[in-house]
């Protein structure tokens, strides 16, 4: 493939989004709760916990998305080789 290292440098950005965007949400959210309920670590703890494992399980369903797109295109080319 010809953009391969593009294709690469994609994959890495989408999985570091995939993981931080979670965490800071889990980090705001937190904070807020804190503010609003006055107890002031708990609630950013989760947050931050949640987040994490939110992150986490969005990486492992890319992971599996991208082994099956790799599964699927490499018998799609084993595919053409034998109608040639």
Do not use: H, R
Request: hydrophobic share 50%; net charge positive; proline share 2%.
């Amino acid at each position: 493939m010809k953009f391969k290292y593009l294709k690469n440098l994609a994959y890495l950005t989408q999985i570091a989004f995939m993981i931080l965007t979670p965490i800071i949400i889990g980090i705001y959210v937190g904070n807020y709760l804190d503010e609003k309920f006055l107890v002031s670590p708990i609630c950013l703890f989760f947050g931050i916990i949640l987040g994490i494992g939110g992150g986490f399980i969005n990486l492992f369903k890319f992971i599996k998305f991208i082994t099956n797109a790799d599964k699927y295109k490499s018998e799609k080319d084993k595919n053409e080789w034998k109608l040639i």
